[in-house]
């Protein structure tokens, strides 16, 4: 069964740090790309970064409230994806949840998230 | 960086009818736009890629078109599972989501 399983989340305070952990299992991990999308309680999705896989030599990238502060990291050997996170604020708090990427190629490749893990709390809070 | 715009953001609707969800870029994005149901309590699942191919084992009542900046979502005869939240996505540069839509009875 494919499957991505977060853990890591937690209670932190304000200026904090937290390091969350995401196994996958079922597929090529080492090939594939994972992201970090969060959601704060109520709200909609938002994007907070993605590693890439083996081909494209592990890449990162960030979204614009997280970088600088947040960093995506991941160990093939043990199909695992880290997101390290410091400078905690209390609009850090949502859900975490890692997700894979696939893409669909005609002409362009079309990427897209077909499995997510069922997500991490992580809660900053004094 | 692009927007991702949605309306409405939310709608009422019974079984067995009709709706359709509007997605709006703030620049031309070709078709590089998902759609993604999201039902209380649980994460997201990955319905139309690239604007309009239905992921596997995604019923055929769901449907998207559209590319450039408009785009929609479609779903045709409401079943009870259908009632959740509604995000499209944008993948082509960077990976923005519109705010969501709220589908109720």
């Known amino acids: 069964e494919v499957q991505l399983v977060e853990s890591g989340g937690d209670l932190v305070q304000p200026g904090g740090s937290l390091k969350l952990s995401c196994e996958a299992s079922g597929f090529g991990f080492s090939g594939s790309a994972i992201h970090w999308v969060r959601q704060a309680s109520g709200k909609g999705l938002e994007w907070v970064g993605r590693?890439?896989?083996?081909?494209?030599?592990?890449?990162?990238a960030y979204g614009a409230s997280v970088t600088g502060r947040f960093i995506i990291s991941r160990d093939d050997s043990t199909n695992t994806a880290y997101l390290e996170m410091d400078s905690l604020k209390t609009e850090d708090t949502a859900v975490y949840y890692c997700?894979?990427?696939?893409?669909?190629?005609?002409?362009?490749?079309?990427?897209?998230?077909?499995?997510w893990g069922k997500g991490t709390t992580v809660t900053v809070s004094s | 960086d692009i927007q991702m715009t949605q309306s409405p953001s939310s709608l009422s609707a019974s079984l067995g009818h009709r709706v359709t969800i509007t997605c709006r870029a703030s620049q031309d994005i070709g078709y590089h736009l998902n759609w993604y149901q999201q039902r209380p309590g649980k994460a997201p699942d990955l319905l139309i890629f690239a604007a309009s191919n239905l992921q596997s084992a995604v019923p055929s009542r769901f449907s998207g078109s559209g590319s450039g900046t408009d785009f929609t979502l479609t779903i045709s005869g409401l079943q009870p599972e259908d009632f959740a939240t509604y995000y499209c996505q944008q993948t082509s540069s960077g990976f923005t989501f519109g705010q969501g839509t709220k589908l109720e009875i």
């Open positions: 997700t894979r990427e696939d893409y669909y190629q005609i002409y362009y490749s079309y990427y897209y998230m077909d499995v």
């Open positions: 590693i890439g896989g083996r081909g494209d030599g592990h890449a990162t």
